[in-house]
């Protein structure tokens, strides 16, 4: 299976909005240059490209839990995820603009 | 994963947690990129660790290699995986939706592309540090930035296998330089020096002290009011320190008594085993001592506090001099370069004849008992008169051709009896003129001393003389050379100062007589009621004061 992985940023967003966990998310747009991210049905951001300054390398973090032996402590298992050079910049979507979109979806 | 359709997928935003490292370069390959940030074991370490600092070491086989430090932050983000499923050959270009929608009724043929996001990003590795210098080959930059822009475009997720072709290649060449022992950027303020020496901190203090508390020492003014105070020294020398043995045997001379000629001085010091250099010795003698640029006591060294001016048993330590007759003078020029010189005390022993053609000597020093007994009669002047002192100047002149029958006696070379019986009658002249001087009554002498006085007033020239310590041998040639020329200056000047007709035809004509190289007319001939006796220290210490003001040029 071929992989390609891209970072989302929401650090701009985050300043607004509290972004809840296991939310439902909508993904559109994904074709085109300005990807549509919707959260929980409420927040509307909308996305663009940057390239990374350097390379970007994402770590998984799992928790090893073993049941033989539960007196030992537990410790996190750190595997590479993935080598990225592509992250989506997300920012608050305007009405006018979300409107725009919505008008040329349903066309 | 979710199907994308229309460019759309839908899901839950997941729990799973992940970081990134925004690594600051193009690595070859995950492997090495976890290789160079110490590898998973120094990962899990760093993840670990409260400086929230990760290590990166762009060589990791040098030893010496400096590592960047990544600073761990919070941020706000997901992973989004892009994948795409049962890859099949198909002719129709994907980007085109009219002809994807036209087939979906064959899903299962044709592949599908899949989205979804998989894990939330809280933390993230930033490096904003100084790294080493690092060379890249102009060619892999190219290559790494082509790869960025096929991002641009939709057609890159077709190209896996270039994109892992370029990969291989991308190689990063690292020259083993040190940039810079800081790791960041740093603001630094730009202080005023501290001087942290305490040496200088004593020299320093020393100076101000000079400055302020010292005061003037070197050649003071006869007529002064007020001489230089007692200086406590001990404020500010160290007791553990060479200067203070120096400074306590210097002092101790002064207590022992209060006028002191500098040759003696040094003659003192080396018999205590004390050796230091002209200037050191100075430093110390100011502390202790001051001198009159003029006067009786012409560049001796005084002890602070002490006025000789004000106390008459100062007397005895006032100052003679020694000429030597023009018929010896030879000797002095045979002897201007020898290194031996005659010990200060066999000199005022009279044992050896100097070797200079001028020698300055305190009366109280010179092992002749005839001087001891006329300097330590009662005085008879009540005041310090600026050109003899104590004495009267018929006894000084007296004193002066006792000097200098005492050392031509010990004139090393034969042949000079002539000048010796000369000078020896002119000795015993001058004393017998002394007698009926100091027979004469006290108004009349009061009277001829009220006439010197005002001659002295004329006199516009300070008295000074040459440095007692000259250094060279050569300079004293060339002193007596300019002493010859100022005396003519002095001789023809002299018309200005004669009050009386008699006396000064007289002088001129004794001074007539002196020309041709006649013994008889060494010192002048005097008689009774001649004056020019009194005449010929005076010019004599004028041209001294000339040759000092020249020395004080330099």
Redesign the interface.
Known sequence: MEEEFVMIDLDEVSRHIEIPSDAPYTLSGLDTLNPVLTIDGKIKLVGEYIETIGTCLAFSEKEEVSASENQMPHKKIIEPVAKLHKILKFRLAALDNDDGETKTNNL | MGI?E??????????????????????SS??R??ETLGG?QG??TA?ESTSNKLELHFRPEDPSAHPAYGERRH???????????D?KKDSLPE?QPVISTSDACLPEVRPALC?D?V???SESYCFDGMVDYQHVIPIHADIAQQ??RK??E?KS?AG?NDLMDMADEDVMMLLPQFFSPKDRPDNLVLRLPVTSSPKKKDEELTQNLYEIDIGPVFAIDFSVKEIPKILKWEDYIVPTSNQWKWQVAVSALFEERPVWTRDSIVQRLLDKGLTCTHHMLNRFLLRAAYYFSGGPFLRFWIKRGYDPRKDPESRVFQRMEFRVPPELKGYCDSNATNKSKPSWDDICAFKVFPFKCQTFLQLFELDDEYIQQEIRKPPKQTTCNYKTGWFSEALLDNLRLRVAVRFVSVFPEPGFEDVFKSIQEEFERSEKTRIQKDALQPSQRNHQETTKDMKKCKNTNKEKDDDVNADEDSEDLDDEYEEAANDDDISISSHGYGDMENNSRTYLQGLFNRFPSSASALYGSANDDNDSDGEYPIYEQESNALDDDEEDDE
């Open positions: 994308i229309n460019g759309t997928i839908s899901g839950n935003l997941p729990s799973k947690e992940a970081f990134v490292v925004h690594y600051p370069g193009y690595p995950i492997s990129a976890v998973i990962i899990t993840r941020c706000n983000g997901f992973l989004l995986k892009i994948s795409k499923e890859v980007s989205a996001i894990a939330r990003v790869k960025k991002w641009m939709v997720l896996k």
